[in-house]
């Protein structure tokens, strides 16, 4: 009879152990062992802090600054700031890196201006995109400046979105090379 109740002693505390660790907040994690690590002094945004030298929390990049291996270019998607991209020069030029301007053409282009850059991709040929995009063998393609097809493919022109925030200025640089060896393959 003794083994019989010290089973239902333990039984009964195992029960009330069980029930009183669990909680309906979530909110604590339960025994705390480090807890500045659970509970972080955060300041909110655009508090004050005094652990800057402004004061303030968020602060933001210095005036002029721009990531590492871009340039600051400051073109809007418009006419006029395409008429001056078209002075800017193609620093890769004599640089002509085909296999990995041919990666960056597969990755973003090809799905609408095709293998040879007639505007014929699957896009468009399967009918899910009714607007065909540029042809790089048509004349406005050809007489377009190293500049010009810069600004287009990082800001984006007519309907086609920009690709600046995806590649960097060098690949950028590197598939106005491609453009260019397509344009210079002949159309079968």
């Known amino acids: 009879m003794k083994t019989f109740s010290i089973i239902h002693w333990i039984g009964f505390f195992g029960i009330v152990i069980l029930f009183s660790s669990c909680d309906n907040n979530r909110n604590e994690p339960g025994w705390s062992f480090f807890n ?7 300041y909110e945004t655009w508090s004050e ?8 929390t968020m602060t933001g990049p210095v005036e002029g600054t721009v990531a590492i291996h871009e340039h600051a270019f400051g073109f809007v998607r418009t006419p006029e700031d395409e008429l001056k991209a078209a002075s800017l020069t193609n620093p ?10 041919q990666l960056k053409y597969e990755q973003y282009c090809i799905v609408c201006h095709g293998e040879k850059g007639d505007g014929k991709g699957h896009l468009f ?3 899910k995109y009714p607007i065909p ?3 790089y063998h048509a004349e406005r393609a050809m007489e377009k400046t190293d500049g010009q097809l810069f600004h287009n493919i990082r800001i984006g022109f007519g309907v086609m979105g920009a690709h ?3 590649l960097s200025v060098d690949d950028t640089w590197q598939l106005v090379n491609y453009i260019r060896h397509l344009q210079a393959q002949p159309i079968e």
Request: proline share 12%; aromatic share 2%.
């Open 133 to 135: 995009p540029a042809n």
């Open 92 to 101: 890769v030029a004599n640089d002509f890196n085909r296999e990995r301007a």
């Open 49 to 56: 802090n005094p652990n800057l030298p402004e004061g303030k």
């Open 36 to 42: 500045d690590m659970e509970h972080s002094q955060a």
């Open 164 to 166: 600046g925030p995806q």
């Open 125 to 127: 040929t399967s009918g």
